[in-house]
């Protein structure tokens, strides 16, 4: 539920005002709590909820909020969600793939096949694009825990497949199977981490500008929007053009 700087307009939220860090929060909560469920409530034994956890305090939500999720977990009256992925084509041949947490699949189903059609797009069968995707762990820690080149030799020590330095962070990228083993070794060399995530990052980038960007735009943030719905992402990347007039 959060982009990292080189990729900020593959997977986005709006602003932060109060109604949405209340959705926010809303979604970030349903994540602990499933991760609760699933496992024990003590997150040093449960590795989805840790990186639960690690989300939701990225986000600064309030650690009352964070210990009533993982209590509802362990409660006998927890929802049932599901995790669903639904894949599909945006405006202008972008592929997006959404994940979502639900107790209804029928109602989230039609709503996100809805949403698809509305925007100029179409939803279509599972992995119908998630083969121009990497399934991968992404740790992410600011700049000021070291250089470029120290943190390369931190990657390599830790087994991360690469560390990646940008403007505002370093991002180390690892497999989905080695993403708990580098993250706890990361964070006990460097301390927690800024966000740590199972993502998907895709092979190759579509550029958007003019109408098809702006209906994509609302396509993701619709999406994005819904309760449901956990995380959006998509190939493409927005035109200069088309990112200064979304800010006007």
């Not at 997006?96 to 109602?107: G, H, M, S």
């Amino acid at each position: 539920m959060a982009g990292h700087s080189q990729y900020k307009n593959i997977m986005f939220r709006k602003g932060r005002q109060d109604k949405e860090r209340s959705k926010l929060f809303s979604k970030l909560a349903r994540e602990i709590t499933v991760a609760s469920k699933a496992g024990l409530p003590d997150p040093n034994h449960n590795p989805r909820l840790r990186t639960a956890i690690l989300a939701a305090k990225a986000q600064s939500m309030p650690k009352d909020n964070i210990e009533r999720a993982i209590k509802k977990g362990q409660g006998g009256d927890a929802e049932n969600y599901d995790e669903i992925r639904y894949e599909g084509y945006g405006p202008g041949g972008v592929a997006i793939i959404v994940e979502a947490l639900t107790d209804n699949r029928n109602r989230t189903s039609a709503d996100v096949r809805s949403t698809f059609s509305k925007y100029g797009g179409v939803m279509g069968e599972t992995n119908s694009v998630s083969f121009m995707f990497n399934r991968l762990g992404a740790i992410a820690y600011p700049l000021d825990k070291g250089s470029e080149d120290a943190m390369l030799e931190l990657a390599i020590e830790v087994g991360a497949d690469e560390c990646v330095t940008g403007e505002a962070e370093h991002e180390f990228l690892t497999s989905v199977e080695n993403f708990i083993s580098v993250r706890d070794a990361l964070e006990a060399k460097l301390g927690p981490a800024q966000s740590a995530a199972i993502t998907w990052r895709p092979q190759n980038m579509v550029e958007l500008k003019d109408e098809a960007g702006e209906q994509l735009v609302k396509l993701v943030e619709t999406l994005d929007d819904h309760d449901d719905v956990q995380n959006v992402y998509g190939n493409y990347a927005l035109s200069d053009a088309l990112m200064a007039k979304l800010g006007d």
